[in-house]
């Protein structure tokens, strides 16, 4: 009985909160869940019954596999426990299948592959300096960070109502960078590697990790001011991180370029003709430009200055996924976002090469890619806010004003993907748990920095990057339309 | 953290967990011709709002009190009325007489749910709140901590009405152990004519405010709060029985709803002596009716006396919050027409003394909410009610440190056990026998759970896992009414001579 109290009582508080939050998911388990659900039935279907070759090439479903290969593999182990379940979901012409055992069995694969966050967030806070905290548990950094992580609104209404598997994907984006901070170059690059290969999203911050491993990993030293000495390049270091994402690239797309499917795969991957904005738009700033074009439209028609005839029949905020042209303002290409987003993130990328200032500041150079690409990448979904709200989670406790800037980023990034879930009964929940999760991070923070107000934001030239995500989001949040029912159109040009 | 923040994530829990618990099934869901508890309220809102106040209570062509007549005091038809012009305003086909029976929809279901959920956040967790916030020499961590396990208590998440009648009872438990005497006992009559279940509470009640009366003197102040206490039950009494009063007929046929004396000593399952006794002795058939009736009403009284003797001569707020505790439970134990349900009238008071005994209440509350297995699994809550009893359980444990406090001290059990000492000097391992009880209970209990869910009863016997169920907590019950009934007597003396609230 005493060895179960000190299990219970004693230092075990991470347990407690992993598994309190798990016990939260199985609660939501009965909630709205979106067409990902029927998505993802799908590939379970489509990997389980079809061979390889097949795979890039079935649609018989209008959810197409567009992830990468690894994803794909993943979801092949998943469908040989799905079997046990319902033998049903796995047949590809049961489109819209949902029997009970199905919806328990998806809700607990994302539930149980968790556990891969679970540990990197476990990871993550072995590399959080607690020295300055006070003496009571729940004011450690290293407690903070764990529910700023564990309880995130926004992944458990993506994951765990919305329904997708960016748990344990943001697990091994985590725990790469937990490794990197931990000097542990080879396993960051490899995870890095393989996460890529998970989910291509996740190229927003390829650049990041690039610059940084170049420069603080293959070059092993400094010159006393900081700058780099440039005969301290070690080719070994070089050539070990090519072959590792040589390698695992192989053991992805190998298979496929060997079966001559690479134009296939890579075009599922990019999907390009999605148009610029999702159905339901980002709140980045095309969004902007689309509805200052609209305004000038409407303007310009009121002033006789346009003549009607010409602008295009096709509406932005009709919800379908297409392509269309602006009317006043010049029509954007993918190009022009790409450029955009390559300016962007620039100084970041620039201060990363030439001051390095170790793992914080690649995690700052990786939060402002995760941003800047949001801002003006091409098809952007509300989801890829998540990339930058969690490792900012990490930045939080560390400084006071890292932890204003989080709590604008994270209010207004939650706040963005409130729409994912238009059903009445899910109303309550979300705003019951998005109260929750900004009254702890509001009170927590202020506490561990007895800061006043939140308006004290650095004068940083990485700071000044963030501020621009406030006037985008809030006149996005006025003027969105809004269907009740579900919309075409789920994927994005990265898909989300 | 401040309090207040820590309080709110607190309430915020609370609030989520209910609300993801209310989108499962209800009771009733999908089974006609009498649904469940959940088409009851639907028709207790059609009844009130369609026909004039004088034929609520009586059966009429209109009212066909077979199906799910109105048998609660008229507080509950008063908020069913409130509840039926919202209803209204939304969608009148909801409560359309005659025609809105056994109506579901999914819109309908969440205007029930909201309802519920309004009903807890105004009544039932400002009280909670404010119990806790009063709790004297325990820290703020503790107080939080405190709030959130009685907030987690599974039985009263899913249960699926809402729970004006404990939330009115709190507040009357609170009022008079501040010596707000007048706020708690109107409160407290508030409760009982909201649910007739409460009259379970009212000795303790009765007793405390008697006993504090003596304590000032009957011939000064005493008589005074004595005069000013009838005089707010009176008035409070009067006040909502107003529309029935004006006719002797009315009024006692409220009271034939209220108190069907002719239904007999128990239906259906339930954790109760009676209902386990019949399992070796049919009594029901054995004695005759009336006679059912006096048994029972003697078993209770002679069960619930002691402590509330006591009660009376020493009144304490301690002592006060354990009576409760232990008439709830003679009460559940030995009264006749109990339901199951009646259990959460005993957990609200065990949830009260949570801070004082955790390891034992801990204990009560997760019997008592295993006690419901059958009902629950009728309704299928399977899954949050395993979620809920482990949140539960882990909050409990985890707040209080439950398996440090197993000593004898930490049980209250020193006086008692040093008395019995005097005779039995060997007498020195009731903390080890408790621990080892407290494993196979619970061992016991999971593997009913188990055999409950997954395997099918035997064709002779249909109801035999219920019937174990009930056996089996009805002697944890049984236990617990010893146990508590010896912290009360034994209290010590100092225990006596503490301030107000513990």
Not at chain 2, 248 to 258: A, D, G, H, P, S
């Amino acid at each position: 009985m005493a060895a179960l109290g000190i299990a219970m009582g004693g230092g075990n508080w991470f347990s407690a909160l992993a598994l309190g939050v798990t016990l939260l998911k199985c609660l939501l388990i009965p909630t709205y869940h979106s067409t990902d659900f029927e998505v993802h039935r799908n590939w379970l279907a489509i990997t389980h019954s079809l061979p390889v070759s097949q795979w890039y090439y079935e649609a018989t479903s209008e959810w197409t596999l567009d992830y990468p290969p690894f994803f794909a593999w993943f979801e092949y182990a998943l469908s040989h426990v799905a079997k046990y379940f319902d033998q049903e979901m796995l047949n590809v012409r049961n489109l819209n299948y949902s029997s009970s055992r199905t919806l328990l069995f998806q809700r607990f694969s994302v539930i149980f592959t968790d556990a891969l966050f679970v540990y990197a967030v476990h990871e993550c806070c072995k590399c959080i300096d607690g020295k300055k905290a006070g003496k009571e548990l729940t004011e450690k950094p290293k407690f903070i960070l764990s529910v700023l992580l564990l309880w995130n609104f926004g992944l458990l209404i993506v994951d765990h109502i919305h329904f997708q598997y960016n748990g344990f994907l943001f697990g091994l984006m985590l725990l790469s960078i937990a490794r990197l901070f931990q000097k542990r170059h080879m396993e960051g690059a490899f995870l890095f590697a393989v996460l890529l290969h998970f989910k291509h999203i996740y190229l927003y911050v390829a650049p990041a990790y690039g610059v940084y491993l170049l420069r603080s990993y293959c070059f092993t030293a400094n010159k006393p001011d900081g700058s780099i000495r440039w005969n301290s390049f070690s080719f070994v270091r070089v050539i070990s991180l090519g072959l590792i994402v040589f390698l695992v690239s192989a053991l992805s797309l190998g298979p496929f370029l060997a079966l001559n499917q690479l134009p296939q795969v890579l075009s599922r991957l990019f999907p390009f003709k999605r148009g610029l904005c999702h159905a339901y738009w980002a709140p980045n700033f095309w969004a902007l430009y689309n509805a200052l074009d609209k305004v000038l439209s409407i303007i310009g028609l009121e002033l006789k200055l346009l003549d009607p005839n010409k602008i295009p029949k096709a509406s932005m905020t009709s919800g379908l996924v297409q392509q269309f042209q602006h009317t006043v303002l010049p029509s954007v290409t993918p190009l022009a976002t790409l450029i955009c987003t390559l300016i962007a993130i620039l100084p970041s990328v620039f201060c990363l090469w030439f001051k390095p200032q170790g793992p914080r500041g690649f995690l700052r150079c990786l939060i402002l890619c995760a941003l800047s690409s949001f801002l003006f990448g091409w098809h952007v979904h509300e989801k890829a806010i998540l990339l930058a709200v969690l490792p900012m989670s990490l930045l939080s406790v560390g400084k006071a004003g890292d932890a204003s800037i989080f709590l604008i980023l994270t209010t207004t990034g939650h706040y963005s993907l409130f729409p994912l879930l238009f059903t009445a009964p899910e109303l309550p929940t979300k705003i019951l748990l998005m109260l929750l999760f900004t009254t702890y991070s509001i009170s927590s923070l202020k506490t561990l920095f007895s800061v006043p107000s939140f308006k004290k934001i650095k004068e940083k030239k990485d700071g000044r990057d963030l501020v621009l995500l406030l006037p985008v989001s809030l006149p996005k949040q006025g003027g969105r339309a809004r269907t009740s029912r579900e919309l075409p159109g789920r994927c994005t040009a990265f898909p989300a | 953290m401040e309090k207040w923040h820590l309080m709110t994530i607190v309430v915020l829990i609370g609030l989520t967990v209910r609300w993801t618990v209310s989108l499962n099934s209800y009771s009733g869901a999908g089974k006609p011709p009498m649904f469940g508890d959940y088409e009851a309220q639907r028709h207790w809102q059609e009844i009130t709002f369609n026909l004039p106040i004088k034929q609520w209570y009586f059966n009429s062509s209109d009212n066909n009190l077979q199906y799910w007549g109105l048998d609660y005091p008229p507080l509950t038809a008063y908020h069913s009325l409130l509840c039926a012009y919202v209803a209204k305003f939304i969608n009148p086909d909801w409560i359309a007489l005659h025609t809105s029976r056994g109506y579901e929809s999914q819109a309908h279901k969440l205007f029930m749910r909201t309802t519920v959920l309004i009903a807890d956040l105004l009544i039932y967790i400002p009280a909670v709140v404010l119990y806790c916030c009063c709790l004297k020499e325990i820290s703020t961590k503790k107080k939080v901590a405190n709030a959130l396990c009685i907030l987690l208590y599974p039985g009263l998440i899913l249960i699926d009405y809402g729970h004006f009648h404990l939330g009115f009872a709190l507040w009357g438990v609170l009022g008079v152990s501040c010596d707000w005497d007048l706020l708690g006992s109107l409160a407290f009559c508030l409760a009982i004519n909201y649910k007739q279940m409460e009259l379970y509470h009212s000795l303790p009640f009765f007793c405390f405010l008697l006993g504090k009366c003596f304590k000032k003197g009957l011939k000064g102040k005493g008589f005074v709060l004595l005069i000013k206490l009838a005089c707010t039950v009176v008035a409070s009494f009067i006040l909502c029985w107003l529309p029935f009063c004006t006719e002797r007929e009315q009024t006692l046929q409220v009271l034939r709803r209220l108190f069907p004396v002719d239904r007999g000593l128990f239906e259906d399952k339930v954790a109760n002596i009676w209902c386990s006794f019949s399992i070796f002795l049919k009594i029901k058939e054995i004695l005759p009716h009336h006679f059912q009736i006096i048994i029972s009403f003697c078993f209770t009284f002679l069960s619930l006396l002691p402590a509330c003797v006591k009660l009376t001569l020493q009144p304490s707020s301690k002592g006060f919050r354990f009576t409760l505790v232990s008439c709830a439970l003679s009460f559940f134990l030995f009264s006749f027409q109990v339901h199951e349900k009646s259990i959460l009238l005993v957990s609200l008071p065990v949830c009260l003394v949570l801070s004082e005994i955790p390891f034992m209440s801990t204990w009560f509350l997760l019997v008592s909410t295993f006690s419901m297995l059958p009902l629950l699994l009728k309704d299928e809550l399977l899954m949050p009610l395993v979620v809920t009893t482990i949140a539960f359980f882990i909050a409990c444990a985890t707040s209080f440190s439950i398996f440090e406090k197993t000593s004898e001290e930490e049980l209250q059990l020193k006086s008692f056990s040093l008395s019995v000492r005097k005779y039995l000097p060997c007498f020195t391992f009731l903390s080890r026998i408790i621990q080892y009880l407290f494993l196979i209970s619970v061992i016991t209990m999971v593997l009913l759970t188990l055999i409950t869910v997954t395997l099918d009863p035997p064709q002779k016997l249909p109801d035999l896992f219920s019937v174990l169920v009930c056996f089996v907590s009805c002697l944890h019950f049984l236990f617990f009414l010893v146990y508590f009934n010896i912290i009360i007597m034994w209290d010590s003396k100092s225990g006596r001579n503490q301030k107000k609230i513990n």
